[in-house]
């Protein structure tokens, strides 16, 4: 069996930059590289519904969305499965019987976990579909028979549980699923993109981010509000670029290329950080040369996507017909799976065969 790949985003909202350098841009290189016999790409939309179960449609209308900026951004429906991950009921049903592998108290261990529910405010009252989704994952990831799986860093508490799980699985049953590897961004500036406000994590739900499908003027406008070093008030002051999230974006973003296009007076970001570190270099001057390199990079994915919205019937289309071809899949790891916890009773004539001989000789 090839590789695979297995991965995917909650349509809670449109895609960010932090999105792009930490997943999306990898995706596509890697779909294109040959290395993978399949492909399959998510829209997390039932995994989305455990922490906005009462704002249905929010999840709705975010489904057209993620779906445009994969598109946009090259995911090629030819070369990968983009799905949605509520049309597979085989999703939920190995979710449930792999519950059976899993303690409570090891959920609650989950790093991810305890960060999410601390996020979303949930230490008082949180629902069960989120406080149990390492479990889900582990059923999206080995219904696929993924072998990697390409996330940011914060998501490798979760991989490591649904290696658990089919460990788990495997030495009871017998061996059935894959265990998955991670792949990480090989950039460390790409694990995670800081908020424009200079925050932790970009995040949708804290309205600090740069989305894939902003105009240029938004861009632009987001760049140069951004949060630098609080303490570089003047020129000639010297400033901090450890933590300094316009630099962060320059190591995520910035190439030879750029810095002779668009900054010739510097060989490249190093001697740029070292001219910001000791003086004499305005924050205004990297918001602009940050803003160009990353208009270069949007440039395409916003082309492409106003194309891709003159007919959002064939967008549908693309899903529909991903969703069916992620089935076939799942139903084929699924039936495996009940195979080795003997429950296909209708399938093992050998059971048949054997109870009618015993109750007739009885």
Not at 9 to 23: A, E, K, M, N, Q
Not at 76 to 90: A, G, N, T
Not at 213 to 233: G, I, Q, W, Y
């Amino acid at each position: 069996m090839g590789k695979i790949i297995l991965t995917g985003d909650r349509p809670t909202g449109r895609l960010h930059v932090g999105h792009y350098v930490g997943s999306l841009r990898e995706r596509v290189r890697l779909q294109n590289s040959g290395d993978f016999e399949k492909i399959f790409i998510m829209i997390a939309d039932a995994q989305a519904l455990t922490d906005n179960a009462e704002q249905p449609e929010k999840v709705r209308q975010n489904i057209v969305e993620v779906a445009l900026d994969y598109m946009s951004c090259g995911i090629d429906p030819e070369k990968s499965v983009i799905f949605i991950q509520s049309m597979l009921p085989e999703l939920t049903e190995l979710s449930f019987y792999y519950m059976n592998l899993v303690t409570v108290a090891r959920l609650q261990r989950n790093p991810t976990v305890k960060a999410e529910i601390q996020l979303r405010n949930f230490e008082a009252s949180i629902p069960v579909g989120f406080f149990t989704y390492p479990i889900s994952q582990a059923s999206d990831i080995t219904a696929f028979r993924a072998t990697t799986v390409p996330v940011g860093e914060d998501q490798a508490p979760m991989i490591e549980q649904a290696r658990e799980i089919v460990h788990k699985f495997n030495t009871v049953y017998g061996e059935t699923l894959v265990e998955p590897e991670i792949l990480l961004p090989d950039n460390r500036a790409c694990l995670r993109l800081p908020g424009i406000d200079g925050k932790a994590k970009m995040s949708k739900s804290l309205g600090n981010c740069i989305y894939l499908a902003d105009t240029e003027e938004e861009v632009r406008k987001k760049v140069m509000s951004m949060f630098t070093d609080p303490n570089h008030l003047r020129v000639e002051d010297p400033g901090n670029v450890v933590g300094n999230p316009v630099f962060i974006y320059l190591e995520a973003f910035s190439t030879p290329e750029h810095f002779a296009e668009y900054l010739p007076e510097y060989a490249g970001l190093t001697e740029l950080k070292e001219h910001y570190t000791r003086g004499g270099l305005g924050d205004v001057k990297v918001k602009k040369f940050l803003n160009k390199v990353l208009q270069e990079e949007l440039s395409p994915i916003r082309a492409r996507r106003k194309a891709l919205e003159k007919d959002i019937p064939y967008v549908y289309e693309v899903l529909k017909k991903g969703s069916e071809a992620a089935r076939e899949t799942a139903a084929e790891t699924l039936s495996q799976v009940r195979r080795a916890m003997k429950i296909n009773y209708f399938e093992d004539q050998s059971l048949i065969a054997e109870q009618a001989l015993k109750y007739q000789n009885g």
